[in-house]
Every structure is written in structure tokens, then in C-alpha cells.
């Protein structure tokens, strides 16, 4: 099971809670998966998880899996919908949100049912001004379902006001997983459902799964991670170097901002933010990044930032535990230096 379904359970808790409804999982799969993943669903927060258990659904396809889950989700009637924003989670969701007629927020970033949660994420993560803030409809109990518009230049609030149910997918990474509790585990209500799947109903059939050989980044499992930005633009090769160096003392990662992407630094796959990886390491440095909201938005709930820039008021500066006000390039060798000092004493 990945991680993001624990944190979809996780803020589906959340959301529960507000609403004063109940948590259901669905899980779809070959025989056996009811037993070997309801308990943990229950875990992280599901009150009742219902189970599709098929050989047809051993492997995903798109045919089989949109039947069921549609099927399933018009005889129960859910109020929301939540898929987690993986690849198949990505073609999945857009096919059921078809068939059902409802909308689709894709790649949330960020979910409310409650105005007055909703109201403080704005005033913590928006530039609206408090009055437009104050206006909220206190009495909008829709889903509120943000994500990144404009390719990221925007964040983007929709609702689903006339449709039911509605439908999120929500970005690995950006929610926070819960507290793992054995007593929720066993007390989870599991529920195997009746559905009907045929091999007439599957128009494609997956004859080999191919492990993509190139090794990508994992920023979002790392605990340590290093991150560049435009600062590092009058000596962009220096700048990478300095930052594998720190990031490999501790055994993390590198990532970049935005701009350092854009330019052509660093593969897409070490973008942090709102439009790249949410990460929530031990340490975050941050070197030579501004700290626009939408980078911001993807590393502020790190446990520790440290953040290297030669602008005093660089907005880095308001989420960083520690911050350091001068040049990367001559700021970076001294930590460097006296990191591996202190491993030898």
C-alpha cells in the first residue's frame, strides 16, 4: 500500500469529523487483499472498509476498475469521493468522474469542509485581503478542494456545489499521514461487497509490467533535503556541487525551487512545492531561494529549516527555524567544513 492512501485516510478522518459522518475505504483487488490491508486502513482512520475481491482485479486495469468502483459508489451514495493522485489514481478518477456526472478537482493540494479551517489556511497560505476573507459564507458546507492553477502561479479554490458525489485527487505527499491505532485496526467494520465483472467487461488485458530502469529523486521519503534556487545562477554547476556535498553528509537529497527547474538546473523530479513534491524532512536547507508561497506551500511543515540567503527580507526567511543572511557560495564550504569537523571529533 502506498503512503499517500494513509494520508487520504488521514484527512478523510479529518473531514468526517467536521461533516459528522463515517470513514469508508474501498479497496479493490485480487484475493486476499481485504485481509492483508482493511486492519491498516482502520488504522489511520477508516470507520468501515469495503472490499472488492476478484482474479479479474489482480492487476490494474482501467475498464475493471472503473466498473467496480463506479458500481460501488452509486449503490453507497458517498458524499465525497477522495483518490489518491498516483498514475493509476490519475487515469482512474477522470473515467468514474464521467460515468457518475460529477466534477473532478484534479491534484489537490489542499482540502476543507469547515469555512473556519478554510478561512485560517487562507490568511496563513493566500494574499486575499481579510475582508474577502471575512465575507466566507459561514453556512458552505461543500468540499473545498485547492490545487495549483496557471502552472502554479495561482492556487485555485473549487467547489462542487450541485453534483454529488465530489470528486478530489490529491497529490502524494502534500497531507499528513496520522498516528497508527491498534485499537481503530480492530475495531474496523470489513464488509465484502457483490459486484458483477466479466472478462467481456475488460477491453484490454496487461501482458508485462516493465520497471522504468531510470532512478528519479525520492524527495518525499528523504529526511534530509538540500534544495537550490535562483541563487545559485552565477555558478550553477558550483551551486549543485555545494549542495550534493551537504545534502550527502547527512544522506539526503537534493532539490530545487521553481526557478532552478525552469532553468534547466535540475530534472523536474527535485522540484519542491506546489507544483512539484511535497516534503516534510527533519532538515530542509534552502539555498539561495526566495521563498515564494507556492515553494513555501511544499516545505514549511518541515521539522527543521535552514535557510542560506543574501536578501535580508527574503520570505524564505518568515518559515525558517534558522536562517543565515549572506552569500551561498561562501555561506555553504564553512557549514560544510564545520559538519565534517564535528564527525571526526
Known amino acids: ?18 461533516m459528522g459522518t463515517e470513514v469508508c475505504g474501498l479497496l479493490l483487488g485480487g484475493k486476499g487483499v481485504g485481509e492483508k490491508m482493511a486492519k491498516e486502513l482502520g488504522a489511520y482512520g477508516a470507520d468501515k472498509v469495503l472490499v472488492c475481491e476478484s482474479d479479474l482485479l489482480e492487476t490494474y486495469t482501467t475498464d475493471a ?7 460501488t459508489v452509486m449503490a453507497k451514495k458517498p458524499e465525497i469521493l477522495l483518490i489518491a493522485a498516483t498514475n493509476i489514481g490519475r487515469d482512474l478518477g477522470p473515467r468514474c468522474a464521467a460515468r457518475l456526472h460529477t466534477g473532478l478537482t484534479a491534484d489537490c493540494t489542499h482540502l476543507d469542509v469547515d469555512v473556519e479551517k478554510y478561512a485560517a489556511f487562507l490568511q496563513e497560505a493566500s494574499t486575499l ?8 459564507n459561514r453556512e458552505d458546507r461543500n468540499l473545498k478542494m485547492t490545487r495549483p492553477a496557471f502552472g502554479g502561479h495561482l492556487m485555485a479554490t473549487i467547489i462542487c456545489p450541485r453534483f454529488r458525489p465530489q470528486m478530489a485527487t490529491v497529490r502524494p505527499g502534500v497531507l499528513k499521514k496520522g498516528e497508527y491505532n491498534e485499537a481503530k485496526a480492530n475495531a474496523v467494520v470489513v464488509e465484502p461487497v457483490a459486484f458483477e465483472l466479466s472478462e467481456a467487461d475488460i477491453k484490454t488485458k496487461v501482458l508485462e509490467v516493465v520497471k522504468e530502469a531510470k532512478e528519479l529523486v525520492d524527495l518525499t521519503g528523504a529526511e534530509v533535503v538540500v534544495s537550490v ?5 552565477k555558478d550553477v ?7 550534493e556535498e551537504l545534502a550527502g553528509l547527512f544522506g539526503g537529497v537534493v ?13 523536474a523530479d527535485h522540484q519542491v512545492g506546489q507544483t512539484g513534491k511535497t516534503v516534510h524532512p527533519k532538515l530542509y536547507v534552502a539555498l539561495g531561494i526566495s521563498g515564494a508561497i507556492q515553494h513555501k506551500a511544499g516545505m514549511q511543515d518541515s521539522e527543521c529549516i535552514v535557510a542560506v540567503n543574501k536578501s535580508d527580507s527574503a520570505p524564505i526567511f518568515d518559515v525558517a527555524d534558522y536562517g543565515i543572511c549572506g552569500d551561498l557560495f561562501k555561506v ?12 571526526e571529533s
Open 255 to 267: 532539490g530545487g525551487s521553481r526557478a532552478a527547474i525552469d532553468s534547466g538546473w535540475l530534472s
Open 129 to 136: 485581503p481579510q475582508a474577502q476573507i471575512d465575507a466566507l
Open 332 to 343: 555553504v564550504p564553512m557549514m560544510i567544513d564545520a559538519i565534517k569537523a564535528a564527525k
Open 229 to 233: 534556487g535562483r541563487g545559485i545562477s
Open 1 to 18: 500500500m502506498q503512503p499517500t492512501v494513509l494520508e487520504l485516510i488521514s484527512e478523510a478522518r479529518k473531514l468526517a469529523d467536521d
Open 237 to 243: 554547476e558550483t551551486g549543485i556541487k555545494l549542495a
Open 65 to 71: 476498475y472503473a466498473k467496480v468502483l463506479c458500481d
